[in-house]
């Protein structure tokens, strides 16, 4: 499983949680809008050194990627099917690329300074009657857990396939809902746990 959080001293480590999130957030928005299979390529290798200059070793952008491999080859075949050769490559590469991002940011940022910066962009939604730590920590639990969901997809699909399924039958969605629904409880009872439930 991909861990959560590598403590390194590297200058992405050290960037402020909020900037490491309103770049991920910004470049994965506008990677729709890049439409030239050479850049995106040069974008998706730019994230890939982001890791060597945050001092994680290979293997780590290896078990990022990993969860993702079959499912992209699947997307690659339908849009390959479906629009042609090159929207399958840039489908596949924007996709490739968000997971690197994302896995990035949750690699080299505490859960603790995630939350604090969360919380304090989403005051302002106070005022249409959101309670900002709560939706801070929804946020944040959404970020944090996208590669821990997508490792376990992986090893429920191995699962399946070791005990005989085949094609589209070894993505049945049934056990990862479960594996979801028991993460949602302990987190829950976790919380509670704490009291915060009584943050304002």
Known sequence: MLPLYIHRKSPVHRLPA???LAVS?????????????????????LVCALYRLADLPARTLLQALRPILIISAIIFGVQLFLAGPEEAVRVVLRLMTLILLT????????????????????????????????????????????????SDL??????????????????????????????????????????FESRN
């Open 103 to 150: 896995s990035l940011v949750t690699l080299t940022t505490r859960f603790s300074d995630m939350l604090a910066t969360l919380t304090s962009a989403s005051r302002p939604l106070a005022a249409l009657g959101l309670n900002p730590p709560k939706f801070a920590l929804a946020a944040a639990l959404v970020i944090r857990f996208i590669p821990t969901l997508l």
């Open 25 to 45: 957030l910004v470049a994965g928005g506008l990677l729709f809008f890049v439409t030239g299979i050479w850049l995106l390529a040069l974008i998706f290798a």
């Open 154 to 195: 992986a090893e429920i699909r191995r699962a399946r396939l070791a005990r005989g399924a085949s094609g589209l039958r070894s993505f049945g969605p049934g056990p990862l809902i479960i594996k979801i629904l028991r993460m949602t409880d302990a987190l829950a009872a976790a919380i509670a746990a704490r009291g």
């Open 18 to 20: 909020g900037v490491k």
